[in-house]
């Protein structure tokens, strides 16, 4: 007997987290037999976490769990009725729908959702090339996310997505983690690079909760959430004090700084602490660390998540602009490192140019009452996401996930909450079963995603299912049919890196660049002035005071908790818990309280509660937790609704609140009562 053939085949994992890992597969005779992390990868050092270990080695490679062909719906939405049917069938049934519903009303009454399924170049964008094509309205998928952020740094920096290159915290002294939680949403940040940091600078975090990461830093500002924006300007107070403002960084290159000026002397270390929550000598002591030297800020996607986030983004960022902690070495802040800062076209990428009368996006805020409009939308294509679980406004928008006459595609590698509402399900090939170029939003790293095993059954990777929609749809535009080989062979010359494909394939990830990749050396910024934006008319135009305020969201009303829903270590967004060994893991939901605030309502931990607000109620588990601040509840994204025994998640308490910029997500200001059952 021959023996097996046994393969090792790198790639990359392609979630949406600031660690984008390397992967061993190990391969035997075209099966795969281990998901392992790659040693060679700077980050991931052999190790996988938790999370993806066990969902590569489990659902996502279990036939029993995938999507294997294509389904079309046989009884009422919602209720899990279909039928198997060829690709042939679905596409062109597809496709005559699609011609008819544009014919009569128009592409722009066609939806389409999309956002973390897989976030490698051509699998995340490609398809948005068909969706151009056919003049679909977009629900702009960072609403849901981390739009305010966004829109907040384009104002006052020109630009959100070129943050600083890691490898530069070498040269800082110290590092603001504010509204991040690296220990869950970043494992690998937290256990590899955060320690390296912390060798030779203070690590600072600001975060109501007190997380592994906060246990790490050297100081942990617990505040109360949603009063960063005061938070912010007494450090800027203290720093003004001690005279470690940059005057002359602030006159060649900050617009408006002098507007801010009273809102600074005003805002006291002691003013600050009763808002906050944080002792006068805490923030004494890191506006200290962050003004003695070289510091460095990264701004999590939390900081952006409360109604007032513009406000607070903003403010948060005059730490940088007011010591003119830009332009060097160790210096800078990250938000998001997009594709744009190596090079990559990403009009190119999406087919900007295919669209002939572009679509104003829409909110995720607004889906559910879109969707509910049978004038407005006919079809929705929801791809790369599970709206049914991640959404807000869960309970009104799978009231309109039901409406008869809306046709809905969904993609998926899973039979989801959101598949479950459509017309047909289209089984879509996982990360493992394509080739693709990934970008990672932390590191500027050049990463290889390649195909481990040929597509599970009758699966197609999103690309192959959009180029065949279109040949379905009769078009001939050429780039609607471009091969992953063409697709790649671009975007390497784009990146105009070194090495070829085939070699990174073996590599795994490559840095970008061979030092470390500064911007703004030249203190010029691409806003309308060339000056950071701290106050003027622009900020109005976007719907904001001229300048930053020291101001904070009210407390709870009494009895009422803060909810505050970050990332869960066990779970990548509402993925995993179809993962038997991750179900296991994570148990019940439950959700975390101060002891006094526990003892304030006599429970005892384990005990059943409900969640109550204007919007929803959740039943729940909850538990005491001296990590937590008083006012203030913890309940991490969950599991998809009808996971639950409940059948419901968290966002069944979130009434899609929009922040002050952008339309974008305030779920971090959720507030609910917490009732005995
Ligand atoms: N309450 C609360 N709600 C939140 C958040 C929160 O903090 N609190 N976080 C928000 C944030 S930050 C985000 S980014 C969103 C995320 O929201 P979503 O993007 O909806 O995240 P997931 O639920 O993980 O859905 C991803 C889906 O893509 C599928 N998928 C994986 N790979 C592929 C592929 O190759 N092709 C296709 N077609 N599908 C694939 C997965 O199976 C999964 O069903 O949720 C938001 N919702
Ligand atoms: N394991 C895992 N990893 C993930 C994800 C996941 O679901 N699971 N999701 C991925 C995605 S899509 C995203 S966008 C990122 C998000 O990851 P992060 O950027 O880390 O953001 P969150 O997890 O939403 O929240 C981080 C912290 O912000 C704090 N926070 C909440 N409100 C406030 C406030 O008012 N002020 C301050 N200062 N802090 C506040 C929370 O207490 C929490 O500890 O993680 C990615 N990585
Ligand atoms: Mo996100």
Known sequence: MSRPEKTTIKTSC??????????????????INRILGDSDHAMTHGALCAKCAFAYNGAWID?????????????PKGDHHFEVVSWETALSDISQRLHSIIEQFGGQSILHTHYTGICSLIAGNFPLRFFNRIGA????????CNKAGHETLGLMFGQSMDGFDPRTAKDTDCLIIWGANPSASAPHVHKRWLPEVKQHAKIIVIDPIRHETADLADIHLQLRPGTDAVLAFALLHVLERNNDLDQEFIAKSVLGWDEIKDEISRTTPEV?????GVSVSDIELAAKWFGAGRSMLWLGQALQRQTQAGNIMRSASLLIAGTGNIGLPGTGFLYINGPANRNIDMGWLSGAALSSAPTEAISHMDLAATLADGNTSKALFSWNNNIAASNPQQKALHQALKREDLFHVAIDLFHTDTTAFADY??????????????????????SAINKVIEPLAESLPNQEIFRRLAAAMDFTDPTLFESDEKLIDTIFEQLNIRISFDELRKQGSVPWSDQPVIHYADGQFPTASGKIDVASDNWI??????????????LPAAHHLRLLSPADAFLMNFSYANDNKIAARIGEPTVSIHPEEMAARQLSPGQKITLKNNYGELEVLVKASARIPLGVALLPKGRWPSLEKSGANINIL??????????????????VELVAN
């Open 14 to 31: 392609p979630r949406d987290c600031y660690d984008s890992c390397g992967i061993s597969a190990i391969v035997i005779d075209g099966q």
């Open 63 to 75: 036939p029993n769990k995938r999507l294997t062909q294509p389904l079309k719906r046989t009884g």
């Open 137 to 144: 309205t977009e629900v702009d998928p960072d609403t849901v």
């Open 272 to 276: 600050a602490a009763k808002i906050t």
């Open 425 to 446: 399900i289209l089984p879509a090939s996982s990360f493992l079963e394509l080739d693709d170029v990934l970008l990672p939003y932390f590191h500027y790293d050049v």
């Open 541 to 554: 135009a976007a719907g904001l005071s001229r300048a930053p305020k020291a101001i904070a969201d009210q």
């Open 654 to 671: 979130n009434d899609g609140a929009k922040t002050d910029i952008g339309h974008s997500s305030a779920v971090h200001s959720i507030e």
